[in-house]
């Protein structure tokens, strides 16, 4: 039944991912025979030990290990790398002193190509297959991004950040300019290949009415294209909104005013949201990004993910780099759970996971092509090590539990854990081998 294929994989693990059919629901299966081929699942079915691997077939053998869709980041900013872990500020005055600055360099193409590429490496050694990411305010930032995926044939999302006030005048666009190198980036990179693009109005401070009309605009004449954004992060940043926007009941009515609502808008944050704006982004299909570590570091506040759940809202995972302090979504999801022990509410591995995986595909309205290992599912993936460290093997060794593990991953874990990521059906990263991109800059 392989033949007819131009490559085929056998991968032989533990392997664990959600189902289609019930959101939140872990398969497991002690052993398991991944097929894949043409960048695509064949079929993943229990191994029986006597199975004859065809001819041209390669087969690899991950025993002992544990094979994971790959993590998917539904909110980061690349040209934030190299001002992670900036001291002592809260939202406004550390985009000010730190983020500006920084996201100021991408405009040298030979910079944000270097950065870039560093970028993707991190991703991948941390176990994260899938991105949708903020670059700077500058198309070249945008171009260096999508030209280093391209190598790799990864599912990227990205997007030129559009601001016109309130930022250092070197970062400081035209509306119209914006709207046209938005477009320009659309026609070059939408749809091309695995890519895809996203309008990034980067939040409603930074936004005069005039480019809101642009990003409306934009999303009106590109339906399929995503919108990102940050909403309802901060105290402070909520106040200047209601203050710019006097018109408007709600920081997300800002947004939806402008109609940048909708399937395939994600909003980043979301934590101080009133009902009505609970009730908005359930009616119009919106999604949101939960970035805990970010909400954590910045001291924004605690995302209510009972909130979402209760009204079914797609809920992404999102490191948030810079302002959030891992690429791992491993660590991500240790602060998700803390963030809500501190409501009450308990987030158990099999949905912390679902939302790193299946359940961000469904926030980015890609459940049908990535976040699990149904046939036909683009074949990205992750090989786990359980017991990378001595911790870990100490805690798992008497748990035969796969909940308990995956717990104890999301706890402790982080890229220590990760031995190899595939892409697309080809190994782009493992555990101990190093590029000339892992020391960038
Ligand atoms: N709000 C507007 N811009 C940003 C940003 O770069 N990071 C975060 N965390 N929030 C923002
Ligand atoms: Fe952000």
Sequence with gaps: RLQ?????????AGVAHHSDEIAGQLRYLPDGLLLIADGKVVSLAPWTGREDVPEGCVFTDYQGRLIMPGFIDTHIHYPQTEMIAA?????????????????????????????????????????????????SVHPESVDALFREAQKYAMRIIAGKVMMDRHVPAALQEDPAES??????????????????????PRFVPTSSPALMEQAGALRREYPDVWM??????????????????????????????????????????????????????????????????????LGSGLFKLSAAKARKIPVGIGTDVGAGTSFSLLRTLGDAYKVQQLQSYKLNACEAFYHS???????????????????????????????ATPLQKLRCAGSQDITDQLFVLMTLGDERNITHTWVNGECVWAQGETQENDHAI
């Design 179 to 200: 709207a046209r190198q938005t477009r320009e980036l659309i026609e070059r990179w939408h749809g091309k290949g695995r890519l895809g693009y996203a309008i990034t």
């Design 228 to 297: 990102q954004t940050h909403l309802s992060e901060n105290l402070r940043e909520i106040e200047w909104v209601s203050e710019l926007y006097p018109e408007h009941d709600s920081y997300l009515g800002v947004y939806d005013h402008y109609r940048l609502t909708g399937k395939r808008s994600v909003f980043a944050h979301c934590i101080h949201l009133q009902d009505q704006e609970w009730t908005c982004l359930q009616q119009t299909g919106s999604s949101v990004a939960f970035c805990p570590s970010s909400n954590l570091f």
């Design 357 to 387: 995986t299946l359940g961000g595909a469904h926030a980015l309205d890609l459940d049908n092509v990535i976040g699990n290992f149904a046939p036909g599912k683009e074949a990205d993936f992750i090989v786990v090590d359980l017991k």
């Design 4 to 12: 007819g294929f131009r490559a085929a994989f056998i991968h032989y």
């Design 87 to 135: 001291y002592g500020e809260q939202l406004l005055e550390w985009l000010e002193q730190y983020t500006f600055p920084v996201e100021s360099k991408y405009g040298d193409s030979e910079y944000a190509s270097a950065m870039a590429a560093f970028f993707i490496r991190q991703l991948f050694s941390h176990g994260t297959t899938t991105a949708l990411v903020f670059a």
